[in-house]
């Protein structure tokens, strides 16, 4: 069962991957001329905007704006508090439990394998379930941004 769940996962990520090739190509991306090839241990981890998150960049500048693809790792239980991105992200995930919950909407828990499209000025409560850090591929066509919502005081909306 472990197997099948990386088989998926590695399936699920390969495929995010050449889709957002394809698209950046379409969109007159720079031809590529050579292979780029690094290693789980090759990857380079920063901090992420936030604590407990980390980041290896893969490709642009997630940052600075344009198309771009990243690695994120949320620490075990980390939970981000009501927000919203300007961008649509797709995300697909691979290790731990990654949770997303829309406001006025239903928490779903996405194990590895599973794949969201967060859409773009949309409030959500996103983060990392306990036990395990939790590992996703992430890309979005500009600049990543994270924008707090403050919750209306209790009893007024």
């Known amino acids: 069962m472990m197997r099948q769940s990386r088989v998926i996962t590695a399936a699920a990520g ?5 889709v957002s090739s394809v698209a950046m190509a379409a969109k007159g991306g720079k ?10 241990d090759a990857l380079k981890w920063e901090d992420g905007p936030l604590k407990g998150t980390h980041v290896a960049k893969l490709w642009g500048d997630w940052m600075k704006g344009g198309p771009y693809g990243v690695l994120i790792k949320f620490d075990a239980g980390l939970m981000n508090p009501l927000h919203k991105h300007t961008q649509t992200l797709k995300i697909v ?5 990654f949770i997303h919950h829309p406001e006025g909407g239903v928490e779903t828990k996405l194990g590895p394998g599973s794949y969201l499209l967060q859409a773009g000025g949309k409030n959500h409560v996103s ?3 306990d036990g395990a850090e939790c590992e996703f591929f992430m890309t979005s066509a500009d600049k990543f941004d994270l924008i707090l919502v403050k919750a209306p005081p209790a009893g007024k909306k």
């Open 14 to 18: 390969v495929l995010l991957l050449a």
């Open 31 to 40: 031809a590529v001329k050579s292979d780029v090839v690094w290693t789980a």
């Open 93 to 97: 995930v691979l290790s731990g439990t």
């Open 127 to 129: 983060g990392c379930g």
